[in-house]
């Protein structure tokens, strides 16, 4: 064999590890389609209630008028302990007298399909809350930026209170400005190994700032993905585009049943500086530019080595028939 050609193989060998590496952390969060929700919105597994509307390329919880409940449910219990969403969503609206209100929430929750008054969803609820809080009004001392993100969990117990902007039921909460903005705004909820991460992607840069992490959150198995909105006096347009589900798997060992735990939060972080530099990896699905053009390019020279050393093997070949031909 070609001196060359050894080393060649070393190194391609190396990347092709690196390669099945890559692919393989990828492969370890699993999109899974019964509870996720893209347009054109058709699938079995989703329900609305109240005044949400199906359109062609979202779902309209609630539309820009006053007393509207609207909500989006998977009918599909969550069988996953550990696990990701990613919801694109739009919040805009004419706003009387720079007002607006009263956002959106995201549940994990019990008892799916109900309508209340907690960001159109019941108070009292069993599971976990991330509310999205759009009312720039001022009851509370606190005068933070909206919408206001917080995390509540509940195992029917505490009470929302409105009044005070539920910062007194909260984990862990941050703002962010992300209403009549005209690029794409998410948020992701992760739940992985009993810590609650929330991020969003909202300034157009496409990567997660991190919002708040609480430690020690204890969820039940069983329960199920909502998307709940509300208007009172104050009204927005609150739209879902899309909710992409993804199964996490945890490295630690997981045979426990699950089934029977008792919503909680034991640990409380409070929360950390923005940070615009998302950690990679960090989240699902997001294969940052970089790492995926490093594969590409990875990939692209290996192929051009294996063509380049094809040819040269073929040439040599055929030098060698050439000296038994003449
Ligand atoms: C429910 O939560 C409250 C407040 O966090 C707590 O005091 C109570 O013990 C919990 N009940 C159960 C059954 O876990
Ligand atoms: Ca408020």
């Known amino acids: 064999m070609h001196p060359g050609l050894n080393l060649f193989s070393v190194f391609f060998f190396k990347y092709l590890l690196i390669f099945a590496n890559q692919f393989y952390n990828v492969q370890s969060e699993y999109l899974r389609r019964e509870h996720t929700l893209t347009s054109p919105y058709t699938g079995s597994y989703w ?5 949400s509307v199906i359109m062609t390329d979202r779902v309209r ?21 550990n696990w990701e969403v990613h919801i694109q969503f739009a919040i805009h609206g004419q706003g009387e007298n720079g007002l607006h209100g009263d956002g959106f929430a995201f549940w994990y929750a019990k008892d799916p399909l109900v309508l209340g008054d907690v960001f159109g969803y019941k108070n009292h609820f069993h599971g976990l809350a991330v509310l999205l809080d759009t009312y720039n009004n001022h009851n509370g001392a606190h005068n933070h930026q909206h919408p206001y993100i917080s995390a509540m969990i509940n195992n029917g117990t505490l009470a929302y209170d409105h009044d005070r902007d539920g910062t007194h039921t909260e984990l862990a909460g941050c703002s962010v400005t992300a209403r009549n903005v005209n690029h794409e705004t998410f948020i992701a909820v992760r739940y992985l190994d009993n810590k609650l991460s929330v991020s969003t992607d909202i ?18 198995t069983g329960y ?12 927005d347009n609150h739209d879902i585009i899309s909710v992409k ?35 990679p990896g960090f989240f699902s699905g997001s294969w940052s530019g970089l790492k995926l053009l490093l594969i590409i390019v990875l990939l692209c020279v290996a192929v051009g080595v294996v063509v380049l050393v094809g040819f040269l093997v073929f040439q040599r070949h055929q030098d060698n028939s050439r000296k038994r031909f003449y």
């Open 224 to 235: 199920y993905l909502g998307l709940t909105a509300a208007t009172g006096d104050l009204a």
């Open 245 to 279: 589900f993804y199964e996490l798997e945890s490295q630690l060992k997981q045979d426990d049943d699950y089934s029977k735990v008792e919503p909680s939060a034991s640990i409380f972080s409070p929360p950390r500086d923005h940070v615009d530099d998302p950690k």
């Open 61 to 81: 919880l609630t539309r820009d008028e006053q007393s509207q409940q609207g909500g989006l449910w998977n009918i599909q219990p969550i069988v996953y302990h």
């Open 203 to 220: 300034d157009n840069k496409q990567n997660w700032e991190e919002c708040f992490v609480v430690e020690g959150v204890h969820l039940p």
């Open 47 to 51: 329900d609305i209630l109240g005044q």
